[in-house]
């Protein structure tokens, strides 16, 4: 176990992996060398690892000989970890190639490379089943027979199945399940070549979902910058790159958003030194080496600042918003991206709930994220009433700044009383309607992502579209409905006639005051938090609502002098006291919102330490990222309390790096 991670955002991971020859960060691009005849030092350009051939040094008996008196890290002058393919690239090119499984693993280890791998069959996109079942078999046994040849080597073990999805996650489970450091995902060039992102898509998602979250997966022979915020997003960590010198050898340069012919620059793309300090045209007059050189410089400067700019991204939690970017610079991408909405509940169980960057909508895309997906299930366990008041969105949090205008109303029912309805505020549900998440209880509304989002004021079609779908549907949880004319305006003027008798208020300079009351509020943000009826397990009994003098929010919930909670200012999200982690263990039943470890980790769990993944005997699945989970013993008692770093999944798998970051321990 050789790969921990450092942060989270979507699929993608901030991860460490470690070789013999170094440790490495990813998500990683891994340059091509070729072993006769590299000339550009890639380690200046921000390599921290690189790829070459094992297969081109065991043919050429001058770099054989070479590689094997002084090891590889010599014969390519490069001393980080170096990863050797195998030769199946030579393979699926010319269809044959005369060396066997075991002699090149048996090489790759001889030569001194930090992970090597086997001999796969690179079976093409879209051939016959039977062709894809065969090959895999063969890809399958011969990764089975390297981890016999191996002796201290890390080895790849790549995917295949073409692009029979069922096939792809049979061989990632397969392999999965043996002893492999690294997961290369194969065949892929052929489809990123003829831009056929959304299989490409299907392809990762079929074998990144199958394979272990604790391995590094390596999209092979992805180099173009204008893939890499996708792949991220969706799992993958490492990148090799031969395309900076192949497109430089073709007069091209790569951008992330697209590529550009040096023949049709007018101005160079970049701010990288190349593009500093030359015109296209003094590009255009260089002897064809020379001028190589410099746009394979480009090159490699643009696709390492994309992969910082991503790490980046994933650190602060940005991700999607770069990756929408991204997928608008090609419309099969971009129809990528819309075909992502297949795998939401997939990606959601990964991409952590709360985040230090605000959402971004960008568009009818960003519809589909999985922030929206997440709180229209948390809907469902807030407290229902039996009236339900709808109105207009206004500058967040909501809450704070209700109209004072609203005057129009539609209900359901005949001659209510508004004011009779907002005095019996105990019966009554007030949600704001806005886009992208739809229905925004007032009581939660400055929990994560709900006050910490922006969208345009314009609405487009597909936003009032599915805003509208959603009330529709939660309408239907009141016996009465009063909804603000504004609304009816703003999104779709056929949900007047789905209010089964229209009725219209008019109330003219009605001033809306609506006291939610503070311990109503806390305890929706919990139910919203950590399921229903949680609210009322924490925050039941004789309890104290501290608010700051300075803002008037709620900061911190006692029971006496016991901190039951306190109310994040940044994000609206509840965080753990003592008490708090005593009422909600003895509330939720067993293994919700858990992480049980072994004995050997108690002590430190009670002393307040944090906990590694590899304590972890069992979790509750269903825990996100950077959610308030309970640590407990495998008798269940309480020990401690913290701060997810992983999600579910992902602390059963892990064996390495830290999976809970506790907040205090000992009861
Ligand atoms: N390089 C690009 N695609 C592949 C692949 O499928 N297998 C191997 N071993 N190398 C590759
Ligand atoms: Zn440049």
Redesign the pocket.
Known sequence: MNFEIKYKDARGRVGVLKTPHGKVKTPALMPVIHPGKQTLDVKKFGAEIVITNAYIIYKNMDLRIKALENGVHNLINFTGPIVT??G??QL?EYGDIDVSNQDIIEFQEKIGADIG?SL?I?TPPFVKRGRAEKELEITIKRARESLNVRQDMMLNS?V?GSTYLDLRAKCAQIIGDMDFEVH?I????PLMESYQYSTLLDVIMSSVDNLPDSRPRHL??AGHPMIFAFAVALGCDLFDSAAYILYAQDDRLLMPNGTYKLENLYEMPCSCKVCSNYTPDNLRSMEKNERMKFIAEHNLNISFAEIRLIKQSLAEGSLWELVEQRCRVHPYLLEALRNLKKYTSKIEKYDPSYKKSAFFYSGSESLQRVEIHRHLNRLKSLPTSKRLLILPPSVKPYSKNISLDINNFYSNIENLNLNEVLRASDDLQVAVVDVPFAVIPLEIDEVYPLAQNESPSTLDEDAKKFVTGILKNYLDNYEEVIISADIIKMFENSLESSLKSQLKFEYNNYSLNIDLGDKRRVRYIADYQFGSGSGEALFSGDINIVKSKKTGKIRHVYDKEELIATLRASDGVLVLGREGALRLHRYLPYPHKRVIVNEEAEPFAVEGKSIFAKFIIDCDSNIRASEEILIVNSKDELLAFGKSILCGPEMINFKTGQAVKTRKGGF
């Not at 194969?186 to 060039?189: I, N, P, T």
């Open positions: 393919d195998s199946s690239f699926s791998t796969d690179p790549v295949q290369p194969g065949a892929v060039v092979m022979g």
